[in-house]
């Protein structure tokens, strides 16, 4: 890859170990992508928050990594394993300390107090047509599909890595000429019955069909912004995928598939299950990913006037809760309680509260849990909410 000779300077050591480990990283990427050279970003997004997911080796590297590293570009950062801002009493206090440690780590090498995986609620996108680097897939697809950015799916390394050196390998989703569909679904509007439920559905099973860069979904209306985030999660929970399209016939030359009405009530039986939601001994988690002030705002006033168990979870971050103040009053009136920069669906958080099963309205959620081997659900918010509180 070619490098120019500020480049050469910084990979050679002479701005720091720190910047020269961060060069080792994207020549790396950008020899496995064949990049020519390094293009500048305008802002990365680092995964490899949550001590749960990182565990002790993560956090002995950020510790060391922080004492010398900083970012040079905007770069916000994904959620903890727990609220750092207001303690759960459930949390182990070893789990606490570790967190804050790591969340110091990040804030010592300049990222943004965000700790959010939804960092394009925060309002302060740079421009489409923007180069970035973002990792948290759920993240980068949406970045890519819908914000008119452009990010390959970053690992927390490479992300970290290009938000130092303020540059990215000039490839993969980065070029043109990647970023057309490679795959098709096509989809009978008429199959979907249950709003933004089955479109999640749909972005699962195309994601778990291809490993195209980019898929195409034909036939289906473009939804709202709040179901393309949680498709965009789907997709990246399901598959390799970066970005998809809605498209109103398969592009020429491209592979394409059905997905009938059939195979889509067998993937929301399996995913759904069956039976009414049942609160006893489970927990609720809604905003994966998290909640941005209009989804606050909406949930605020559908709980208004209820009383919520304090074991539906509520996911933002600090920025969108004062940014919805009066909703987060809302919402934490109700009892229901409001994580501020936690992610639950990757955390042990079933097994610190005993919970016997965990539903969520996001499919990424359910498929991470089920993962863990928690008996996770997927259903409909309003479904949850009816479950989860009553009528005061
Ligand atoms: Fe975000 Fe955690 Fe879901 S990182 S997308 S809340 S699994």
Not at 77 to 104: K, T, W
Request: aromatic share 8%; charged share 20%; net charge negative.
């Amino acid at each position: 890859m070619y490098l120019t000779n500020e480049e050469e300077r910084a990979a050679s050591g002479e701005m720091g170990e720190a910047i020269a480990a961060a060069y080792r990283i994207l020549l790396a990427v950008g020899e496995l992508l064949g990049a020519r050279r390094l293009i500048r970003i305008s802002s990365a997004h680092l995964s490899g928050v949550n001590y749960a997911n990182i565990g002790d080796p993560g956090l002995e590297f950020l510790e060391r990594f922080s004492s010398s590293a900083r970012v040079s570009v905007p770069t916000t950062v994904n959620p903890c394993g727990a609220d750092l801002y207001d303690p759960q009493p459930h949390v182990p206090r070893d789990f606490l300390e570790r967190q804050r440690a790591i969340m110091d780590a990040y804030l010592r090498m300049g990222c943004s107090e965000s700790f959010t995986c939804a960092p394009y609620e925060l309002e302060s996108n740079p421009p489409p047509g923007s180069h970035v680097s973002w990792a948290e897939s759920s993240a980068a697809i949406f970045a890519n599909s819908e914000l008119g950015l452009i990010t390959n799916r970053e690992s927390g390394l490479s992300a970290l890595a290009a938000a130092i050196a303020g540059k990215t390998p000039e490839g993969g989703m980065h070029l043109e000429e990647n970023r057309r569909p490679g795959y098709a679904l096509r989809v009978d509007p008429g199959a979907l019955e249950h709003g933004y439920i089955d479109y999640q559905l749909v972005a699962y099973y195309a994601a778990s069909r291809t490993s195209a860069d980019v898929i195409a979904f034909v036939g289906l209306p473009r939804p709202p912004r709040s179901t393309i985030k949680l498709m965009a999660a789907a997709v990246g929970a399901a598959g390799p995928s970066s970005m998809f399209v809605f498209s109103d016939s398969v592009p020429p030359g491209v592979e394409s598939e059905s997905l009938g009405r059939d195979e889509l009530a067998r993937l929301r039986e399996e995913l759904v299950g069956r039976g009414p939601v049942d609160p006893r001994g489970s927990m609720a988690i809604l905003g994966c990913p998290f909640y941005g002030p209009q989804e606050l705002s909406r949930l605020g006033a559908e709980l208004r006037g209820r009383r919520a168990s304090p074991r539906l979870f509520v996911q933002v971050s600090r920025a969108v809760e004062l940014a919805a103040r009066e909703a987060a009053g809302e919402v934490r009136g109700s009892g229901a309680t409001l994580l501020r920069c936690a992610c639950y669906p990757l955390s042990p958080a079933d097994e610190w509260l005993g919970a016997s099963a965990v539903y969520a309205d996001s499919v990424k959620a359910v498929h991470y849990l089920r993962k863990r081997g928690v008996n996770a659900y997927l259903r409909d918010a309003g479904e949850i909410l009816r479950a989860f509180s009553h009528v005061t």
